[in-house]
């Protein structure tokens, strides 16, 4: 069966005015099926958010192919949704304006728009605040919103740059869980790149370790845990072994030397 | 191609002097290709004219004499409003009482276009220096009382504690931590400060008086001498551009320490 | 709340008011008992009350504010249209601000005022000459301003639309408009500021009516009662607009209720 996300031999450079140029990106493969929860963690600037943004459509690689669904991508489009790590809310316009937007910006009609943006408002569990602003909320409802914006459009594949990494501790924990509790309802695509071993291991069907600067996938792990997960499994010794198993791999890259 | 890189590395230097160039280039070329009507021919001058004019007047000493009247009016100003406008700024900052009765007439006064009481300051000092150093002090004081006062409020808290929790009394506080800490707003509050006192030195000598680079300015264009008008108000640009420019300098050494300063324009 | 309550809580407002109305007595009492006035040179409250009224009640007033706003407004108004856009471009076209910035930075360091008897000898003492000032002195904060606003916008929420793909009339009127708002209006409160400085200078240089005008001509013949009531309305009106720019700012950008632009 054809995956659904296809990255083939993808390189990335890029140029800066007043520096040497930096290559990015270097021959990376990578697929990734329909409905699948996929992490990808590396170490700082292996270039997993760059990734991210070709996927996106914001950047275009330098060579190789990057497909979905078939199709190449060549530039944003309503079936890839982003969740950012500053949020990115608009913060002149409420939660349910902010909500809106990506259906704003496709012509929804407003009526449609908002009955839409109540539904998710409600999913990501958030009632109450729809005419709240960005700045009146917190660390965690702000990335709700961020999640329901997303949503909200109905993409086939969600891209999450570490969305939670701004969070305290015990928001992130609950975030993770809820992520995982509407991801079992809609069952999207999901790839989520973030520094968390232990993040990944707990969302995901499969967590891809990515190489040091210049970045491509250096090992594949699938996550033998069953679904749906609770908070429990993080405690048990199955769990810690696929820690160390990730961990083993990612080690190497985070040596002295590993950067090239 | 070695331009290119020369170009890609100076692009801001380049389209920006470039703009001005091509400013000055057309209004010289102006003449050649279109004859004014004879009235308008009357208002216009060119920069080559200008320049003309500029180094006659400085042949014949006139710059001289206006500037140095200027000048004075400008630093007497000036100085006056710093020995009034930081002491005060500092006291309003630590006292809120103070602010509080203080805070109308700063409101106002800040608010308002001071070149009102022109009228009235010619009235009581008459068309000497004083009506202009009053002009400019009622100009130049505001932006830097404000300015000095929140700096003052603005000092960090932990950090006053920290100092009071050594046991620094009033004085101490103040030029330990309070003073280090305002010194980029006041630096903020001396630049608009300049700014507001030039505008007062050229509004003050426009009317009643008959000395200094306003008047200069003033009574060439009543004798339509046009390219004098220009060399007058050359020398105020000039020397604002230059002002500005030093303490922006200074602004930058001295408040390199601070995230973001008083935002002002 | 009894008295001291009231007190503490406002206490602000309270000793603001206390404190004018202390200067407006004290002013009125000592030119009343303690000093002999010379009407030519010294006033009192009193004085200046009954000046105010008979101007309120008369026409001249009126008229001669009618004259002073409407070369304001036509200045001020070409400020708006041509200061606005050009700040856009400059904010969003780097090329555009390489080459204009210098230049305009010159000018808005500069006392454009002293263009002014420049100005009312090429267009004369009417509306036009006064307007041409105002236009010159408030054009520049609009510019300044509105490139600071755009040069700021985040530039994650302009990926943010793109990753929605939105086009560029979206990233104009859903983020940069919006994100350049509070500056927009820091920027109109400065320009009314300098603008008002163009219609007085303006006027006191070379005119035949208007508030400032009568100001300065009250100041001729001696008047002074009808002076300060031209003082203080020209005052009271430059502080009632700044304040009401200020509250707009709040209210368009609460978000960013802690920031001062002064």
């Avoid at chain 2, 046991?167 to 608009?192: D, F, T």
Wanted: hydrophobic share 50%; proline share 5%.
């Amino acid at each position: 069966m054809l995956p659904f996300i296809r990255a083939h031999d993808i390189t990335l450079v890029f140029q800066s005015k007043n520096r040497d140029p930096v290559t990015a990106i270097n021959h990376l493969n990578l697929e990734i099926a329909n409905g699948e929860f996929v992490s990808i963690v590396g170490p700082s600037g292996c270039g997993k958010s760059t990734f991210l943004n070709m996927l996106l459509g914001l950047l275009r690689p330098d060579s190789g192919e990057l497909q979905m669904d078939g199709r190449t991508i060549t530039g944003p489009g309503q079936e890839r949704a982003m969740v950012f790590q500053e949020f990115g809310l608009l913060p002149w316009r409420t939660v349910t304006a902010n909500v809106e937007l990506g259906l704003e910006l496709k012509g929804i009609a407003a009526g449609k728009r908002t009955k839409r943006a109540m539904e998710l408002i409600r999913l990501v569990g958030l009632e109450g605040f729809e005419r709240h602003y960005p700045h009146e909320l917190s660390g965690g409802m702000k990335q709700r919103v961020g999640l329901a914006r997303a949503l909200a459009t109905e993409p086939e594949v969600l891209l999450m740059d570490e969305p939670f990494a701004a969070l305290d501790a015990q928001t992130r924990d609950l975030m993770q869980s809820e992520l995982l509790q509407i991801w079992e309802r809609t069952r999207k695509t999901v790839l989520f790149v973030t520094h968390s071993i232990e993040e990944a291991a707990y969302l995901s069907d499969r967590v891809i370790v990515m190489t040091a600067r210049p970045g491509r996938t250096k090992e594949t792990l699938k996550i033998q845990l069953p679904r749906p997960r609770d908070y429990e499994m993080r405690l048990t010794p199955e769990f810690n072994e696929i820690k160390s198993r990730i961990w083993e791999v990612l080690k190497e890259e985070l040596m002295p030397g590993s950067r090239r | 191609m070695k331009l290119k890189t020369f170009y890609a590395e100076h692009e801001s230097f380049i389209l920006g002097t470039g703009f001005i160039v091509i400013l000055l280039a057309l209004w010289e070329s102006v003449p050649l290709w279109y004859t004014l009507p004879k009235g308008m021919a009357l208002f216009f001058t060119t920069p080559s004219k200008v320049a003309a004019a500029f180094q006659q007047l400085l042949i014949n000493g006139e710059i001289e004499k206006h500037f140095y009247v200027s000048a004075i009016a400008f630093l007497a100003g000036l100085g006056l409003s710093v020995v009034v406008g930081l002491p005060l700024g500092l006291l309003m900052g630590r006292s809120q009482t103070l602010e509080a009765l203080l805070d109308p007439y700063v409101t106002s006064f800040n608010a308002s276009p001071r070149i009102v009481w022109l009228p009235l300051m010619i009235l009581w000092f008459g068309i000497g220096i004083w009506s202009k150093i009053v002009i400019v002090f009622a100009g130049a004081v505001f932006p830097l009382l404000i300015n000095t006062y929140a700096g003052v409020k603005n000092v960090n808290r932990v950090l006053v504690n920290v100092v009071r929790s050594f046991g620094a009394n009033e004085w101490q506080l103040m030029k330990v931590v309070v003073l280090p800490n305002s010194l980029p707003y006041i630096i903020v509050g001396l630049r608009l400060a300049i700014g507001r006192a030039i505008l007062g030195v050229v509004v003050g000598e426009f009317f009643g008086s008959s000395q200094g680079l306003g008047y200069m300015i003033a009574s060439a264009a009543t004798n339509y001498k046009v390219d004098v008008v220009f060399v007058g108000v050359a020398i105020f640009m000039t020397l604002s551009v230059i002002l500005t420019l030093a303490v922006k300098r200074l602004e930058s050494r001295l408040a390199s320490w601070r995230p973001e300063t008083a935002k002002t324009f | 709340m009894n008295a001291k309550d009231y007190y503490t809580e406002h206490r602000r407002l309270v000793l603001g008011v206390f404190s004018v109305i202390f200067l407006v007595a004290a002013w009125e009492l000592l030119l009343t008992y303690v000093f002999p006035v010379n009407p030519f040179f010294f006033t009192k409250p009193s004085l200046i009350a009954e000046a105010f009224k008979e101007q309120v009640q008369g026409a001249k007033l009126w008229h001669d504010l009618a004259i002073s706003s409407r070369a304001f407004l036509w200045g001020f108004s070409f400020a708006v249209i041509v200061g606005i856009p050009v700040g856009l471009v400059m904010g969003w076209r780097r090329r555009v601000e390489y080459a204009l910035d210098p230049f305009l930075t010159a000018m808005y360091a500069s006392p454009l005022v002293a263009l002014a008897p420049l100005l009312i000898i090429v267009f004369g003492v009417g509306v036009l000459g006064k307007a041409a000032l105002v236009f010159l002195l408030s054009v520049f904060p609009f510019v300044f301003n509105v490139f600071a606003g755009v040069k700021s916008t985040d530039a994650l929420l302009i990926n943010v639309i793109r990753s929605f793909g939105g086009t560029e009339k979206d990233l104009y009127f859903k983020v940069i408009l919006p994100s350049t708002m509070p500056y927009l209006i820091a920027g109109a409160r400065l320009a009314i500021g300098r603008g008002l400085v163009g219609i007085i200078v303006g006027e006191f240089y070379a005119a035949s009516e208007g508030i400032g005008f009568a100001i300065s001509q009250a100041g001729d013949t001696y008047r002074l009662p009808d002076m300060f009531v031209g003082i203080i309305i020209l005052s009271v009106i430059a502080v009632v607009l700044t304040e009401a720019m200020r509250r707009l700012e709040l209210t368009v950008a609460p978000w960013r209720a802690g920031e001062e632009v002064r």
